[in-house]
DNA sequence: TAATATCATAAGGTTTGCCTATTAATTAAT
DNA sequence: ATTAATTAATAGGCAAACCTTATGATATTA
């Protein structure tokens, strides 16, 4: 399948509709809302991407990815982790910051340079946030796990991925230690949506469900 | 100094007006010329550059960039050779596509990249093409060379730079041999601007003035 | 000095992506 | 089941960078 070199605001779109909803429908104000824009332009590029059959729009109802659509978004999630790999494996820039200068480059990637660096990266099958890497053709098996948000108090997990972009939001987890492969336990959960207490590296760290929501786990059954 | 980021556009032009003038005037139209565009499109441009203090232009005369827009300009030449080294020695890609492929990245660096790249590769002094890389504070001096178009027939010369930016002529090039540290005898020049004739690596070799004009050579005395 | 070539501006158009304000549809609450 | 609140979509418009064609203005050169 192929296609004309799309603009960064449609790459970002499309990269936002599989980060949301995968091969589920979305709504469009969600869409909005992740890339801070109006409803109205997210509409407007809904149906322009539909003209362009990389979207299926029902109105009222949200859009889902067509095939097309879908892996031109997977393309794009590609780059960027393949991005946040050379960055943060070979030129050394902080965790935290990878996330926003990989989305500058991705959209500047040419495919010769994309299968170029994965060749360099040795064939990488996870970025550094912990979230796998689609192959060239696109596909790519989503990441098992449950937002720590939803971890009753008590409970074990082992963090898988950090789902954050915006870069002071990472720095904050990553001050706190909360990075992939990390341990942390529920010490408690705040009532009326507060915060949860965690325990990290032997150290206890209250955060807010917003935050803990971007914080993919998986159970560590207790032994 | 401090100043917003630039768009695309705007970078080209600057770095146009760098590899076209250097620290001289250059016409606008010369300008459009080598940016593909239509001359009113470079003469607004120099308008809005003017406005923001990156250029200076005396109708008529032409333009020249201004310290700010020299550093400007630098700058994207360093971000663009810093990538061309990448893509070339690590990478592995061939040297035709390097220029074309780094033209993209260098727009979408952000200062902590390029930095964290001239680091990783051990800051070069040259690109794959031969022409010098900016320090970080934009300065860097001009290769001293002469185009092999004006060499005389008979005399011998070593490729000091490669200038073109054309992936199809950086291709034919690159096929007959004419890259950096090749050595080069003009064989025969045709009248009425007739190609050149030239030895490279024992093999006779027809080159047509115009792609002379991309090849910076240094003369080797006769021995 | 006059003809020619080059350069600049005027006026208007296209594309892409954004916005505010308004209207329509859906969903939730009485 | 209506009404109210929320959410989604459209109408209309703005701006940045491009473009074209036409028309002056300046510089070169014959
Ligand atoms: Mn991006
Ligand atoms: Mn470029
Ligand atoms: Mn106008
Ligand atoms: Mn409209």
Avoid at 195 to 206: I, M, Q, S, Y
Wanted: glycine share 8%.
């Amino acid at each position: 399948m192929i296609l004309q070199p799309l603009s960064e605001s449609t790459e970002m779109y499309l990269k936002a509709m599989v980060e949301l909803g995968g091969r589920e429908v979305v709504a469009v104000g969600r869409l909005a809302e992740r890339l801070s824009v109006t409803s109205v332009s997210a509409n407007e590029m809904m149906r322009r991407l539909g003209e362009q059959g990389l979207v299926s729009h029902t109105p009222y109802k949200g859009v889902t990815l067509t095939q097309m659509g879908r892996e031109a978004a997977c393309n794009v999630l590609r780059r960027q982790r393949l991005w946040e790999c050379f960055l943060y494996a070979h030129l050394k820039i902080e965790w935290p910051q990878v996330y926003e200068l990989a989305c500058d480059l991705e959209h500047a990637t040419a495919p010769a340079v994309t299968e170029a660096l994965a060749a360099f990266l040795g064939q990488p099958s996870h970025c550094p946030y912990g979230d796998p890497i689609p192959a060239a053709d696109g596909e790519f098996e989503p990441l098992l796990g449950i937002s720590l948000s939803v971890v009753g108090v008590g409970g074990h997990a082992r963090i898988l991925a950090v789902r954050a972009t915006d870069t002071d939001v990472l720095k904050y987890l990553y001050e706190r230690g909360l990075v992939p492969a990390c341990e942390v336990q529920v010490v408690e959960a705040a009532p009326l949506q507060g915060p949860l207490t965690l325990r990290v590296n032997g150290k206890e760290v209250a955060l807010g469900l917003a935050l803990a929501e971007f914080v993919i786990v998986e159970i560590i059954p207790a032994s």
